[in-house]
């Protein structure tokens, strides 16, 4: 089976009638149980109703991704999230500041949502996304989307609809290609259900900001989790098929570093990818080299893509790693999950 796909022009989103005309097939698609993916502000998803347990377990075959790592389910409004959700009162202070956006808030589960969507789990990841497409289409579906990201189990996130195509073309009813998305790394996870709150994945909303409005701890998703909070944790994620070395540190002495092994490599005849902030600094080596960009937020929206391209090529991607503050923080945590890490 072949996807169809629809391309949605950014235009548009300021035109929601014509915006729902196209949108009407996708979400007739989503409530007769098909796959559909779609894009947010943080990464495409591939979505289904998530009220429908069938079209769940597909989801689960053609992403080839675990059944005991759970999706988030994405709604349009609160009254949709207090149908298949407890907002307790913060998680409800939080989707108060925060929704829709980059937030994903784990609560307490309600009976509508069936077991396949939570992997048994009594809590349910709730998220509203801040995308005119994804809103609009959750919207006309009348349902819940549980949605993962479009990839396949493992590989970078999908920030354009190609990645999509590339992945999962072959295995999906629809997609809906919105052009590039804004924030290039998933929503942050919180656990709502425990005090401090804890978070599960650092994403595209910064830490920082959840702090302004409550107490969140952070559980180390980076070391080996023997029994991870979050089922997502203990896989290995986001790994380009390529090997991956980040080196973290001073700047001069990170280049230094990227340099020597660089040179070390290519010299054992092994092609060598740099994902770089900027790529000035590499430019006498024998390596392809992608920019990511020199700020936090050029970073996270770049990476997977870079990750993808690279893996293109390179047998071994060497990359700069990135401030640990705001979305640099989402930017570490894929980097460390894909590679191996070294501070210099
Ligand atoms: O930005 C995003 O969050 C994207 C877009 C499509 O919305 N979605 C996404 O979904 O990244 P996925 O399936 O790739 O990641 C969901 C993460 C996993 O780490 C999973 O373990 C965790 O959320 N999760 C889902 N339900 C959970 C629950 N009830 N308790 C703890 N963790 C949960
Ligand atoms: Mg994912």
Redesign the pocket.
Known sequence: MKAEIIGVDVKDLEDLRSLEEKLKKAARLIRKGGLVAFP?E????LGANALDREAVRRIFKVKERPMD????V?VSDMKMAESVAEMNEVALRLARKFFPG?L?L?VQKKELIPPEV?AG?K???I?M?CHAVALKLIELAEVPIA????NLAGKP?PTKAEHVIEDLGERIDLIIDGGETNIGV??T?I?TTVHPLEV??P??LPLEKIRELADVREVDGFKEVTAP?????KYRHYAPNAELMVFYGKKDDVRRRIEEKCLELSKKGFKVGILAMDSEAYSGLEAEVVEIGTSVEEAAKNLFSALRELDRTADVIIAEGVEEKGLGWAVMNRLKKAGKFYRV
């Open positions: 947010t943080t990464v495409y998803g790592n759970p999706l988030i994405h980059p994903t784990v939570t789990l809590t349910v990841a998220r996304p949605a993962p990201s479009a996130s998933e929503s996870v656990d599960l994945r994403g595209g909070k979050s089922p997502g944790m």
